[in-house]
């Protein structure tokens, strides 16, 4: 009798313990099939061209890697500034960054010859330049623990005011913004002899508002995007080079994802790479446009076109040895040239 109350003592434990048992293997089952997600900060506004390909992008690999893989974006500098992104990134709290050279720069220093003054002057000449040298700076982005996913523009570097700047001394007469992670930008306001107002991105807008500064280095597209054509009166016509920018992702995450993941991860990436520059750069030369017939009065620099190379030579040879190696940076002109020089 006693053995028989044991035994049906036991059966609710017995049950309970196969239950116990069974729900963590349901759990896990489930966390199995559950998507894997790589999140992604971006200064880009929500809204903007360079968000609508993201999202397509986002949507392409979701349908491509049958919803085993989604991206997460983190859009208009909701992650901080790029130095602040760049920190996560290290840190294991983002798992990749779409970054202009300015975050990049952070991650491989020798990366920001692509924006040094004057070297590129137009998107020909950085196309030739990145092809040739994309297997050295993905090995670098490899050393330093990151995939190159693939490079980016955001469209023609311009200069907006409120007062019209004709030659270089003009923007002694500014209270000019200086992105304070930007050494190519601050070693242009050290050639010109100009004290820069630094400031981080996110800072820029409510400093115009206030008129903490009145001029700005940016791109037209970047400028809509932001609303900062709407405090300017004037912008330089002439471009005085590409603004450029990359995705990259830790490379632990990426290696870290299935073979077939990681195939449909680098075809979306090279489609989204492929669509981004065409849209920026078309949508950078609207912008543009846009401004202009708002009223943004556009300052014909021609002029002063040697002045202008003048300044960016300087800028150039001061950084040369410090920020990028010389020969980097000779190589970098060289390739520039011989796109220029091209009959």
């Not at 980016?152 to 409120?162: K, M, P, Q, V």
């Not at 700005?216 to 603004?243: C, D, L, M, N």
Request: glycine share 6%.
């Amino acid at each position: 009798m006693k053995r028989r109350q044991f035994f049906f003592s036991c059966v609710p434990a017995l049950a309970a313990g196969s239950l116990a048992l069974r729900v963590p293997r349901a759990q896990a089952a489930e966390d199995a099939q559950a998507p894997l997600q790589l999140r992604l900060a971006t200064l880009a506004p929500a809204g903007s061209s360079w968000m609508r390909v993201f999202n397509a992008w986002k949507n392409s690999l979701e349908q491509r890697a049958a919803g085993r893989l989604r991206l997460t974006f983190y859009p208009g500098g909701s992650a901080g500034d790029e130095r602040d992104v760049v920190r996560k990134l290290h840190e294991g709290q983002l798992d990749g960054a779409a970054l202009t050279t300015v975050g990049l720069g952070q991650i491989v220093r020798s990366v920001l010859v692509l924006q040094a003054p004057g070297a590129c002057q137009s998107y020909a000449e950085v196309d030739a330049v990145r092809t040739q040298l994309a297997p050295e700076f993905e090995r670098e982005f490899e050393r330093a623990g990151f995939k190159l996913l693939g490079w980016g523009d955001a469209g023609l570097a311009r200069i907006f005011s409120n007062r019209p700047l004709l030659a270089p001394q003009d923007m002694q007469q500014t209270r000019m913004w200086s992105w304070r992670d930007d050494p190519n930008w601050q070693a242009v306001l050290a050639a010109c002899n100009v004290s820069g107002v630094s400031l981080g991105l996110p800072e820029v807008y409510p400093a115009l508002r206030t008129r903490r500064i009145d001029a700005f280095p940016g791109t037209a597209i970047a400028a809509v995007a932001f609303q900062w054509h709407t405090k300017a009166s004037y912008v330089t016509r002439e471009p005085r080079g590409v603004v450029i920018g990359a995705v990259v992702l830790k490379q632990n995450k990426f290696e870290a994802l299935p073979a077939d993941l990681k195939a449909a991860l680098l075809e979306t990436s090279e489609q989204a790479n492929q669509l981004l520059a065409r849209t920026i750069r078309r949508d950078d030369q609207a912008a543009f446009d846009a401004i202009v017939q708002r009223g943004v009065q556009p300052v014909d620099t021609s002029g002063q076109r040697e002045a202008w190379e003048a300044v960016s030579r300087k800028a150039r040879a001061a950084l040369a040895g410090q920020l990028y190696p010389a020969e980097f940076l000779q190589r970098v002109e060289q390739i520039a040239r011989g796109v220029r020089e091209k009959p």
